[in-house]
């Protein structure tokens, strides 16, 4: 069973930056497409980025030039690089991986808060 664990949340300035991370575990990291996902209060939850086991990416237009997705196959981990945040960026992440040959087999993470304020 695939478990996945985020880190790395927490209260930032308005344009600073974070490095969240997410631990991946229980079947081969690398059959998995990996996403961050984020919520907003009171908002749906949205994909803001994507990462293939060959490392191609893609971005919400809304974090595009802000945010890297990045993922270390070794170690099992996805990083989300997030600079420049916004007021906007506060949400809970999640972290979501689906697997390559049964996209119906996909599991998520427990989120990690990010909050930005002065």
């Known amino acids: 069973q695939v478990q996945l664990a985020e880190s790395g949340g927490g209260l930032v300035q308005p344009g600073g930056s974070l490095r969240l991370s997410c631990a991946f575990w229980g079947s081969s990291f690398s059959s998995y497409v990996m996403y961050w996902h984020r919520q907003a209060p009171g908002q749906a939850r949205e994909l803001v980025a994507t990462?293939?086991?060959?490392?191609?990416?893609n971005y919400a237009d809304s974090v595009k030039g802000r945010f890297t997705i990045s993922r270390d196959n070794a170690n099992s981990m996805v990083y989300l690089q997030i600079n420049s945040l916004k007021p906007e960026d506060t949400a809970v992440y999640y972290c979501r991986a689906e697997n390559m040959a049964n996209r119906a087999m996909y599991y998520w993470g427990q989120g990690t808060q990010v909050t930005v304020s002065s």
């Open positions: 990462i293939t086991s060959g490392g191609s990416t």
